[in-house]
């Protein structure tokens, strides 16, 4: 009897620590998990990080070259408005020219 006793004993024991290895087991084993969640959250993150800072780089790449070429389209403008005022101030020269001979002329004829 005693002996059963204390095979009920060891065994009630033995399960009791079976249980524990088995919330220890589960409870490392959630830990386990959580880690590797917090690992693939961690890398995801990064990479989303890594990703607004490539869009960031290419937006200001792109925002640059549309300046430089806005700044060549008014530098092309400004070139054509100046060659046309100079059209235009030679042509005026021109008339001013005709219309200075032809006085001339008439003074001439009148003469």
């Given at each position: ?101 032809r006085r001339q ?7």
């Amino acid at each position: 009897m005693l002996r059963a006793a204390a095979d009920n004993a060891t065994m009630s024991h033995a399960k009791e620590l079976l249980e524990e290895e088995k919330d220890e087991v589960k409870r490392m084993n959630q830990m386990v998990q959580y880690a590797k969640c917090v690992s693939v959250r961690d890398k995801q993150i990064q990479e989303k990080k890594h990703a607004m800072l490539q869009d960031e780089a290419e937006q200001k790449r792109l925002d640059l070259e549309m300046e430089i070429e806005r700044i060549r389209a008014l530098e092309a403008y400004q070139a054509r408005d100046v060659q046309r005022r100079e059209e235009q101030a030679h042509s005026a020269a021109i008339l001013r020219e005709q219309l200075e001979e032809r006085r001339q002329q008439r003074l001439r004829e009148e003469e």
